[in-house]
């Protein structure tokens, strides 16, 4: 089975990959492996101590492998997106976020007969 390793902080690389990938798949050639490394800023769960992290690493990952910093290089340089374009959409975004996060949090509860719907083990 083909293997790729791919720069997951690089949403282009990844994208080509998959395409490459699929393109294979669809084609009868059968399945691939991407190996898609990228780092986590925060730890495995909700007060990881991170202890295993070196001091400054997650911030020096931040600040040299932002996969968004990364696209927004990329798109502005190849005049893909305007910047203009993509500050408008960090702007919006915040505020769509508590838009969606008020909502759902000032709905109903599901009814007792869609909580397994779409599940596809039930115990």
Known sequence: MPAQEVDGHDFFAVHD???TA?????AGQGPSLLHVRL???Y???EGDATTYRAPGEVETLRRESDCLEHFRRHVTASKLLDPAKLDE???E?????DRYVSGAKAAAPPVAADLLTDVYVAY
């Open 17 to 19: 990959a998959a395409g």
């Open 22 to 26: 699929i393109a294979r798949a669809r």
């Open 39 to 41: 780092n986590r800023y």
């Open 43 to 45: 730890g495995h769960f």
């Open 89 to 91: 959409i960090d702007e």
């Open 93 to 97: 975004i915040p505020k769509a976020i």
